[in-house]
């Protein structure tokens, strides 16, 4: 009966099922993406789960981040968010049933207890397993200690066999349950553990799929054996490669894997790292490279996800996001780029913005290249002005035959086409425009790289130009 009314169900149903005990990272948003591109291509639903019945480690600050950035990646949900804590009732009902049918019961050995059995286990060469000492306690035993107040936790009796399951990604995969041992599924009632939880929210939100990160494999024999016990179906299986770092170690903070709150400080756009989260692990089989979300749900399936792992380069993530930078309008870049730069008029900032689009790998770049702008006066060393072997009286030369020349200029001339007309012959005729425009780039920005001086000079206007180059020709006053 179960399985007839999930076949009626229109489309698959997969769900992201985060534990807001942090803060949402790259490879859960890369699995979130996974499972939101295969819903959508298949005309399904994705639903969102909060896991949260580790209290001690739960928070709700954890929970708003990753609702926070799951919208700001533009990742919908369609049903959720659903949380195990307002589910108690459900995860009791199902333990009652498998403790009342005798296929779990109440393990009373203490934490010494095991891990002394554990070490012992491991240093006989032993996968380290419950050795099943509560398994077969009397049911006046087990009654004695739950009056007493004896502390306990509730195992599932996992039967020996061979448990075997088709992963959509991988193939066939078998395990043998003797090797698991009875693994703890509750603290008690009200308290279930992950792997019990799981099964039962599969189950009563109707998933046809699970898809996640293949460090969930482990797990995958383990609920499917307490689906059989509560008579579930079991849902296909798809576990994504691992994300690795360029020298092909499990990807950590060294290799760049920070929040997804961090890359969206650092200046990153929502559809860079889309279509940078994409490629980890999937590929559309063709040279293209450049995909919004809605052409990813055109094109995503599961068989083009490898099975090795995924390399992660910050590299790629910066020419996505450079790429998406030089799409945008200059007044929509501006508006991103206002977090990182002093309050200003709109125009002034539009300006400043378009001279530094091409080289823009991320927003929060735009502070350190623009900062200049915003200052009354500029701090640098003297020698900073100083082009190739010039001493420091042409130095003191050139800053006076640019304040001399520019001075001249009418105020509606003030443009770069007119400054550049104005100065380049001035700079060619010295043999090497350098010795002309390199003092000036540096007076005006104080910086050894940046945008081209008259387009700087534009934004600036003629007044604070003249000051910079005054400020400049200060540093030489004793020439």
Known sequence: MVEDLRDLIKGPRVRFAPSPTGLLHIGTARATLFNYLFAKHEGGKFILRIEDTDL????????????ENLQWLGIKWDEGPFRQSERTASYAKYLEKLLKENKAYHCFCSEDELEDKRQEQMSRGEAPKYNGKCRELAEAEVKKYLAEGKPSIIRFKAPAKKVSFYDLIRGKLEFDSSLIGDLAIAKNLATPLYNFAVVIDDF???????????????????QILLQEALGFPQPKYAHLPLILGPDRRKLSKRHGAVAIA?????????????????????NPGTEREI???????????????????AVFNIKRLDYLNGFYIRQKSVKRLAELC???????????LEKIVAIYQERLKKLSEIKELADFFFKDKLTYDKGLLKWKNMTDKEIAQSLDKL???????????WHKENLEKVLMPKAEAMGDRGYLLWPLRVALTGKEASA??????????????LKRIKQARGLCSKL
Request: charged share 30%.
């Open 56 to 67: 001690a480690r739960s928070d709700p600050k954890f929970e708003k981040d990753i609702i």
């Open 204 to 222: 009563e939100m109707k998933i046809t799929h699970v898809i996640r990160g293949e460090d969930h494999i482990s797990n995958t024999p383990k």
């Open 291 to 309: 995909f919004a979300l809605p052409s990813l749900v055109k094109e995503f399936s599961l068989q083009n996800v490898q099975k090795s792992g």
């Open 262 to 282: 961090d890359y969206r400080k650092d200046g990153y756009l929502p559809e860079a790292l889309v279509n940078f989260m994409a490629f980890l692990g999937w």
């Open 403 to 413: 304040e001399k020349i520019l001075s001249k200029i009418k105020e509606g001339d």
């Open 338 to 348: 206002e977090n990182y730069l002093p309050k200003a008029d709109p125009g002034y």
């Open 452 to 465: 081209g001086p008259f387009e700087i000079a534009e934004i600036l206007g003629q007044e604070k130009t």
